[in-house]
């Protein structure tokens, strides 16, 4: 198990508590939709899954086998170097081409040997249909070409789990479906995506895990939202 929250309590950096009680469970290759209202805890819950927010009260809060409750700050790199977290603007360094936004990561990360560097990236660009887009900046990109980079970017060191906040919120409709079918593939090749949306088109007619942020509370609610998986099994 990749995420193992049993009755955890999700603080706003103020102290305000967000989230109550969070029961939350996530395994490799599982495509997982956070949904809710503006202001009901989804980026919150992200947030502390990526470490921008402490949990601290909780009877289980488990990150790819470690215990944040107890993990020392020294460690969180480390431990986010096995996440790949994608935002709704992106991101990316507008001073810099796609290569060389992903050379930064793959050096800050312990990457050394050149050959090795040019060939991930390569292997990334190729990945999320980029391959073109080496030599861009981001302003020479449209929305949807950036929102693959950031894609690229956060599967450069092959990560066991991908956190994407709102992903395709600043996207059309046709170039939404398009990132959310590459966040699909990349959860069948065994990355856990977790994903918080508004997008209630997009979550019926791509299945996943749908969990529900309400009134300071955390359900899981999908048996209310994959009608097309259930039809598919049948």
């Given at each position: ?198 997008n209630m088109v997009l979550v019926n007619k791509y299945p996943g895990i749908v969990y529900r ?22």
């Amino acid at each position: 198990m990749l995420i193992d929250y049993k009755k955890v309590n999700i603080h706003q950096v103020t102290g305000d508590t967000v989230l109550t009680d969070v029961n939350f469970h996530v395994d490799e290759g599982e495509f997982i939709y956070i949904i809710g209202r503006v202001g009901s805890g989804k980026s919150s819950l992200l947030k502390s899954i990526y470490f921008e927010l402490d949990v601290d009260e909780a009877e289980s809060a488990v990150i790819i086998n470690h215990d944040i409750r107890k993990l020392k700050k020294k460690y969180v790199p480390a431990l986010r170097r096995q996440m790949g977290i994608i935002f709704q603007d992106f991101q990316l360094l507008g001073d810099r081409t796609v290569y060389k936004n992903l050379y930064f990561v793959l050096k800050a990360t312990g990457w050394k040997d050149r050959n090795d560097i040019d060939k991930r990236i390569k292997e990334v660009l190729a990945d999320v249909g980029m391959e073109d887009k080496a030599d861009k900046f981001p302003y020479e990109l449209s929305g949807g070409e950036q929102q693959h980079i950031a894609i690229a970017r956060a599967i450069l060191n092959n990560p066991k789990l991908i956190v994407a906040d709102e992903p395709t919120g600043n996207l059309d409709p046709e170039t939404a479906e398009g990132i959310i079918q590459l966040l699909r593939h990349i959860s069948q090749t065994g990355t856990a995506v977790i994903m918080s949306t508004h997008n209630m088109v997009l979550v019926n007619k791509y299945p996943g895990i749908v969990y529900r942020c309400c009134d300071g509370s955390l359900e899981e609610v999908t048996k209310d939202y994959n009608e097309i998986l259930s039809e598919e099994e049948n």
